[in-house]
């Protein structure tokens, strides 16, 4: 069973910057696919952005040139710099952790943290 702690949210002004972070108990998150992910209002959760256990990243366009996600796997963290934030970035986001053992997909998803940029 994998814990995942998520902090860092909060009120921001638009044009401003936060950093998440998500804390992973266990011994399998060096070997994890790591995600972010966000929901706003009214909307379906969508992947904002995902970093391999080797490091190779994707991003959705939205965030592209404004967030990096990142991961330092001798803390069992991972984490997602927001910079320029925007209005539409507004959305509790999710941190995700995905690995497989012997075939089989363990997925597991922190409680998640409210991002507010304000106009």
């Known amino acids: 069973q994998v814990q995942l702690v998520e902090s860092g949210g909060g009120l921001v002004q638009a044009g401003g910057s936060l950093r998440l972070s998500c804390v992973a108990s266990?011994?399998?998150?060096?070997?994890?696919?790591m995600a972010w992910y966000r929901q706003a209002p009214g909307k379906q959760r969508e992947l904002v952005a995902d970093?391999?256990?080797?490091?190779?990243?994707t991003y959705a366009d939205s965030v592209k040139g404004r967030f990096t996600i990142s991961r330092d796997n001798t803390k069992n963290t991972g984490y997602l710099q927001m910079n320029n934030l925007k209005p539409d970035d507004t959305a509790v986001y999710y941190c995700?952790?995905?690995?497989?053992?012997?075939?089989?997909?363990?997925?597991?998803w922190g409680q998640g943290t409210q991002v507010t940029v304000s106009s």
């Open positions: 995700n952790t995905v690995y497989w053992l012997i075939g089989v997909q363990h997925n597991y």
């Open positions: 970093i391999t256990s080797g490091g190779r990243t």
């Open positions: 266990g011994k399998v998150f060096s070997l994890s696919l």
